[in-house]
């Protein structure tokens, strides 16, 4: 059967065919990128779930400072252990409806003095624009693409959902998924990523419909104990790649004789992850069966090579004294006093 002569639309319905399927595509970017993770596509519908008082906007509020400016985002606190982000640099904008707005102004400006930025960097907010922002509303959103576009924004943060559904629309109802729909064709058209900031429910879930999930690539749910400054964050809905529980650190000094912030920053923090600790083992493994002989120098030098989560040598001598325990390896003593490790024969060939 021929495939019809297409005919351009006018109204939105644009129809594709296997012909645009098969058509040679950029890779997907992402904003923020791990040896483990990539989050947030380019374009993409995302949302970060957390509880009052968990951190959930000044991370990231952090995120976007960093992408801002191009740097590392969750960088290991120093001789700290953690698996940091590569951003990708570009316009970043933050739509607030929840917070006052001085605390946005001290948030960014603390944020940026700990990385450095000047005020030229490509970072834009409104703060409780007037009319306030409703995603069901078409003139609303419009005119939020055309901002978005004019500034070639390439990450928005809405802080926060439910101040941007219609005061009559109930939380719990299937129409917040029209609220969390209306952001798909806004990503799409802008080239962006969207992060809705939400809150949990007394249960430790997200508040509303079910099938607000649907509506997503990606969900973050950020837990952290009281008084504490570490999270931890790991994945709820993924769309795409499996997401690995990471961590993060919140560090911040005051103004002098105020309780005004002076610098702030988040760094990496490792989560303890029994997944990552197999990749390990297996990468070490693989590497005694390419070097039979080696030391505890050399296997953390090939470890950090393999582009490792910055393995320590307290990390790599124990898990070494597990698989000396389970009969997998065994050590004997080598030149100025350092201990050789070696496969076990048997071992030698199988896979673990």
């Known amino acids: 059967m021929a495939v019809p002569e297409i005919i ?114 490509p970072l834009y907010y409104w703060s409780h624009p007037n009319p306030a922002l409703l995603a069901t509303n078409g003139a609303h959103m419009g005119k939020l693409i055309e901002r978005l576009q004019f500034l070639e924004v390439h990450l928005l943060v809405v802080d926060c959902l439910q101040t941007v559904k219609d005061g009559s629309t109930d939380e719990n109802s299937e129409l917040m998924v029209a609220v969390v729909r209306a952001f798909r064709p806004l990503s799409e058209l802008c080239q962006c990523a969207v992060i809705l900031v939400h809150h949990v429910n007394k249960l430790g879930g997200y508040r509303g419909s079910s099938s607000i999930e649907n509506m997503l690539d990606l969900m973050l749910i950020i837990e952290r104990a009281k008084g504490s400054p570490d999270i931890a964050i790991t994945a709820g809905k993924v769309r795409a790649a499996d997401v690995k529980p990471f961590g993060a650190s919140f560090k911040y000094e005051h103004k002098l004789g105020s309780r005004e ?86 071992f030698q060939c199988s896979t673990l």
């Open 8 to 121: 351009p639309s006018e109204d939105g319905w644009d129809l594709y065919t296997l012909s645009d399927a098969f058509q040679k595509r950029e890779p997907v970017q992402h904003i923020a990128e791990s040896r483990a993770n990539a989050l947030f596509a380019v374009p993409s519908v995302n949302m970060v779930v957390g509880g009052s008082g968990d951190l959930k906007s000044m991370l990231l509020a952090d995120l976007l400072v960093s992408v801002a400016s191009g740097q590392p985002w969750l960088t290991p606190f120093p001789n700290g252990v953690a698996d940091e982000f590569k951003t990708l640099q570009g316009p970043v904008a933050w739509l607030n409806q929840d917070n006052p707005t001085w605390a946005v102004h001290e948030r960014f400006q603390a944020l940026a003095r700990a990385r450095g930025l000047t005020e030229k960097a």
């Open 261 to 346: 912030l002076h610098s702030a920053k988040f760094y990496g923090l490792k989560i303890d992850d029994g997944d990552a600790q197999a990749e390990l083992v297996e990468a070490i493994l693989d590497h005694l069966k390419v070097h039979p002989s080696s030391n505890q120098t050399e296997i953390v030098t090939a470890m950090k090579e393999a582009d490792f989560c910055c393995p320590g040598r307290n990390e790599i001598r124990d898990l070494l004294g597990q698989l000396i325990s389970k009969g997998i390896l065994s050590k004997s003593s080598g030149p100025k006093n350092s201990t050789i490790y070696r496969l076990n024969e048997r």
